[in-house]
Each structure stands twice: as structure tokens, then as C-alpha cells.
């Protein structure tokens, strides 16, 4: 089960880049762009917890300077009930203000403008700290013609660029990231498409069969995009560097 990230942030455009980069890390990234928002969907996700008493997440990125109001009524709020890992995300820069939300309850307070790379570090020492140990993200996966680069989010066949769609490179990149283990329709859909469209079976054939046709030298007898029927799909495992069968390298 990859680790939920709650994204409360009302610049839109650093949303979707945030979004799209911890998404590449295998991250399931819910947004909101305001404090009702957020304290909704917090309320709203922990209805349905995946562990017993959690908030339904597994980490917050909270900015502080949201439309209708602070951030750090939500920082309050999560406090009284969960104890979970919360970085805030500020161009606040006054270290009153930082003392005062550490000692609040935040495990990290990053100046914007700050580097992805940072950022994924600091979510991994919080999530640490919090007992969750992560595994290196898979970013890069070869085998026979096909490599995929995810961080420059690039896919060549042979050496030739390959163009996809943004719903094709995120399921590609989604089976990339389980290499070799079997996904589920549900997981598959959900982690792409959404939760909502969770019982939408039939998106999943229309894209599987379309990167197919892209990527695989016989459509109708897949090597790479394998299907394990009544389950999900599979892409074949990566190769090693030395072209034995291997786990798939890392970025």
C-alpha cells in the first residue's frame, strides 16, 4: 500500500507540482486548496482509516497562509486527535513563528522556495521518526528495448522517444514503481484515476491495450505488460545492468 500524503497548499501550481512529484514517488497525494478544505477531507479520510485509529493518512504538507485562514488551526486540530507526521510548508520565514508551530506540534518547517529533494528528504527523516521506514523509490526501469526514466519522466523504445499521454505515463509509471509484483485492477485504478473510479475496469483496458500497442512488439502477445486475469497486471520484471534478471535500479 503505498503511504498517503494530505497536500494543503493554495498556490496551484505548486500544488500540482508537488503533486506530481511525490506521485513519481510513489506517494498517493490528496490536495486541498484551503483550510475548510483541508479540515474537511482530514475529517472525512478518517472515516475511513487504513490502520486502526489514524487520520486516514500517513503524512501532512500544511502551508500556513491559506484563504480562509492559517494553517496552523489545522496543525491544532490534527494534534488533539493524531499524531502523525506534519511538515509545514511556509515563505514565513520569522523563527518566532517556527519555534511556535515546532512547539505546537510540527515536525518540520521548510522555507519556501525549497527543492523537491529536500522536501522528500525531510518527509522521509518525519516519517522515520514516526516509526515508517521507506524503501529507495523505483525511478528508472529497463529491460530489452524499453527504458523508462520516471524523474525526467521520459520513455524510449530501441532509443527512440516514445510520446504517451499523461494517463499513460501514470499507469506506466504506476506498474514501474511494482516492477515485477502484480497490481491490482482497484489499485491500479484508484492510484491513477482515483477512488472514485475504482469499479471503471474498462478505462484500464482501453489504456493497457493502448500502451501496448506503443510499447510491446506484439500487441495481441504482451512480454512486458503482462495481464494476471481475474487480478490486475504485472510489468515483467526490470533487468540488471548486466542484462540478467534483477531488480529494477533505483534513482
Known amino acids: 500500500m503505498s503511504l498517503r500524503v494530505l497536500l494543503v497548499e493554495d498556490d496551484r501550481e505548486l500544488r500540482a507540482t508537488l503533486r506530481d512529484a511525490l506521485a513519481v514517488e510513489g506517494y498517493e497525494v490528496v490536495t486541498a486548496a484551503s483550510l475548510a478544505e483541508g479540515l ?9 482509516p487504513r490502520h486502526a485509529g489514524d487520520a486516514g493518512v500517513d503524512l501532512v504538507l500544511l502551508d500556513l497562509g491559506l484563504p480562509d485562514g492559517e494553517g496552523e488551526t489545522l496543525l491544532a486540530a490534527l494534534r488533539r486527535r493524531h499524531a502523525l507526521p506534519l511538515i509545514v510548508i511556509s515563505a514565513r520565514e520569522s523563527d518566532g513563528q517556527k519555534i511556535r508551530l515546532l512547539d505546537a506540534g510540527a515536525d518540520d518547517y521548510l522555507v519556501k522556495p525549497f527543492g523537491i529533494g529536500e522536501l522528500l528528504a525531510r518527509m522521509r527523516v518525519a516519517l522515520r521518526h514516526h ?30 522517444a516514445v510520446h504517451l499521454t499523461p494517463t499513460e505515463f501514470e499507469l506506466l509509471a504506476r506498474l514501474v514503481r511494482s516492477a515485477g509484483r502484480v497490481v491490482t485492477h482497484r489499485q491500479l485504478l484508484v492510484d491513477v484515476w482515483g477512488a472514485q473510479h475504482a469499479a471503471d475496469t474498462h478505462y484500464l483496458r482501453l489504456y493497457m491495450g493502448q500502451l501496448r500497442a506503443k510499447l510491446e512488439a506484439e500487441p495481441a502477445e504482451p512480454q512486458l505488460l503482462l495481464t494476471e486475469p481475474g487480478v490486475g497486471y504485472r510489468l515483467a520484471e526490470a533487468q540488471a545492468p548486466d542484462g540478467a534478471a534483477g531488480a529494477a535500479s533505483h534513482g
Open 40 to 48: 474537511a477531507l482530514l475529517a472525512n479520510l478518517g472515516k475511513r
Open 131 to 160: 516509526g515508517t521506514r521507506l524503501a529507495p523509490a523505483v525511478l528508472r526501469y529497463a529491460r530489452g528495448g524499453l527504458l523508462v526514466d520516471l524523474e525526467r519522466r521520459e520513455v524510449r523504445l530501441d532509443g527512440a
